[in-house]
């Protein structure tokens, strides 16, 4: 008689316990239907999350908040970004939110090197943009915004400036593009305008620079040689060589290729740097603050060719003999 009082009060106590669980779980913290915006930064665990939400007045305790996204299997899946959130919420509500979603602005990175197409594809991945529509404003109609003091330019591939910025999820396409040349604008022409003015007077208007830049940053995989990159690239300029940039041949395809072929080199484009000489019509990537940096200060070198090496750098070479010889050194060393 007496074990089954003990199993009966064993019961009643799980029962019990479990009943306090859901509850906690669905039933709001406080009664108060207030909202308040809570920022979760990028690549907060969910011990970083609870502890700020508590911190903001939205849930009473952390681990309770831990231990809830954990049973619901969403421990693992908590977004960043700006969240309406309440106390009136319960726990549940809020981790299902976290993690769907929910914000009224994102985090989103945008490596150095990406095109307009990639900036879009990962904007609409975010939620954040139509690709299409997007795609479509960036690249035909630029000279509806300003960039540095001045009418954009058609496309604005180049100007788009990566960086990780953070988008209200209802922000339009105009809008987005906006945010990223004023980052531009804040971030390069600014602080670089005494820059820009000299390679203006030395015959680079703001255009090339960027143009430049973007061929260094699509070449370049060490940062140490994207201003001898950028120097060959001018030297080649200077003599009236094509610049045979392998990156404005991909650029042309419209796809990225480990090997061109001869016939890929012979891509009937204005931004094939081996059949057309000087720099191609505009940007072919947006380039980040290094290699405009090194566009606007190159080295100063007499190297005229450069061959990648297999291992993110370059063999610079002043004569075409010299170039050969390291082309055919590399090529031995590769795997048949």
Not at 8 to 34: E, H, I, K, N, Q
Not at 172 to 183: C, D, H, V
Request: glycine share 6%; proline share 6%; aromatic share 8%.
């Amino acid at each position: 008689m007496r074990w089954r009082t003990v199993a009966v009060l064993g019961t009643l106590l799980a029962v019990s316990g479990l009943a306090a669980l859901v509850a906690y779980c669905f039933l709001p913290a406080s009664r108060t239907p207030r909202y308040r915006v809570v920022a979760i930064p990028m690549r907060a665990s969910a011990n970083e999350i609870g502890a700020r939400l508590r911190r903001a007045g939205i849930i009473h305790s952390a681990r309770a908040f831990v231990i809830i996204a954990r049973l619901l299997g969403e421990s693992k899946h908590l977004q960043s970004g700006d969240y309406r959130l309440s106390p009136h919420m319960s726990l549940a509500q809020i981790v299902y939110a976290l993690s769907s979603g929910q914000s009224i602005s994102r985090w989103v990175t945008l490596p150095e090197g990406y095109g307009v197409d990639q900036i879009a594809q990962t904007l609409a991945d975010a939620g954040l943009c139509d690709r299409r529509r997007f795609r479509r404003i960036a690249l035909v109609g630029g000279r509806s915004f300003r960039v540095a003091g001045r009418t954009a330019p058609r496309s604005l591939e180049g100007y788009l400036f990566p960086d990780t910025y953070k988008l209200r999820t209802r922000a339009t396409e105009r809008q987005i593009i906006e945010t990223m040349l004023a980052n531009f604008d804040l971030k390069v022409a600014k602080p670089l305008a005494p820059q820009f003015a000299r390679a203006a007077a030395a015959g680079l208007s703001m255009p090339k620079v960027i143009t430049l830049a973007s061929l260094v940053e699509r070449e370049a995989k060490r940062s140490e040689e994207r201003p001898i990159i950028a120097g060959v690239l001018l030297n080649r300029m200077r003599a009236h060589m094509p610049l045979q940039c392998d990156a404005t041949v991909q650029y042309a395809l419209g796809e990225h290729k480990s090997r061109l072929g001869l016939r890929d080199l012979k891509v009937d484009s204005p931004y094939n740097t081996y059949k057309h000489v000087g720099l191609p019509p505009g940007p072919i990537c947006n380039p980040g603050l290094a290699s405009i940096k090194a566009a606007l200060q190159p080295a100063r070198t007499p190297y005229l060719y450069y061959v990648a090496n297999g291992d993110g750098s370059h063999v610079f070479s002043t004569t075409f003999a010299d170039h050969t010889r390291a082309k055919r050194l590399i090529s031995a060393r590769r795997p048949s």
